[in-house]
């Protein structure tokens, strides 16, 4: 359960933060399902920022891609790429 709190956690501050961070959540689990945020990592779409979201089967997937680093921005009510 640590890791789930860990995980929750980073995304938590990549959403508040409205940026894309080092982060790559792909695959993992999640607790909020239809929930979006925005990452960024070197293994995912070239490096450049990417939308992911807690699917209702409890794990994060990719939705899009964006074109920069730091083209991405979550708010409370989704993520997109600028």
């Known amino acids: 359960m640590r890791s789930i709190s860990l995980a929750s956690m980073i995304v938590s501050v990549a959403v508040m933060a409205g940026v894309a ?38 794990e994060f997937v990719y939705v899009a891609g964006c074109a920069c680093p730091t083209c991405c921005v979550a708010t409370t009510s989704g993520a997109f790429c600028t």
């Open 21 to 58: 961070t080092a982060y790559n959540p792909i695959g993992q689990s999640c607790d909020t399902p239809g929930g979006y945020g925005c990452s960024q990592d070197a293994s995912v779409n070239g490096g450049n920022a990417f939308i992911y979201e807690c699917a209702s089967t409890d």
